[in-house]
């Protein structure tokens, strides 16, 4: 049994965990006769939860239970070496999903992922290369597929050290992105402000501001 995120538990569920976990049993909704369970856990999270303890969020009783065996991760931007392999798998498997052929990612694009500072971790990382994957339309990863963020380590710079944008080419590469991913969310405007991230109430401005239907 993998949990993820078990820190974000609210106290009702874990006292409810905790019964079954020191039980071995459970009754199914509906259901007059309880249900043996034999399994393990695997519990995940983000959070200090003896912090969390502390401040009344996470039931002692239930971290003492699970808590056998822990392994400490450290955060993606402690791991700068894994980023480039991590990226690779997930252009790899978006790029199966979408059916494109793109094969690499340039100098400046994994100089960008590396020097981001993550604080989303993998699944940030996911999005990202997911992102780039459905914006490229050639057979490699570049610097200009990624978020706003990123431009500004992933951008050449000119002779005097720096780079700027002007409004207009700001917004008609935004537009191309909106229209890209709302092509790819097969005009999911949910789905397409996930992969932007961006609240749907921005999307829709913009739908409206570039005329995209």
Known sequence: MFLDEI?????DLQAKLLRVLESGEFLKVGDSKTTKINVRVIAATNRDLQKEIEAGRFRE??????????????????RVTDIE????????????????????????????????????NIRELRNVIERSVILTDGNELDADSLPAEFQASAIPATVDGKRSLSAFELAAAEQLHIRKVMNYANGNKTEAARLLNIALTTLYRKLDEYQIK
């Open 7 to 11: 820190g974000e538990m609210p106290l």
């Open 61 to 78: 009783d239930l971290f003492y239970r699970i808590a056998v065996f822990n392994i400490a991760l450290p955060a993606l931007r402690e």
């Open 85 to 120: 392999q991590l990226a690779q798998f997930f252009l790899q498997m978006f790029a199966r999903k979408i059916g494109k052929k793109i094969l690499s990612m340039s100098a400046a694009y994994i100089t960008a992922l590396k020097q981001h500072g993550w604080k989303g």
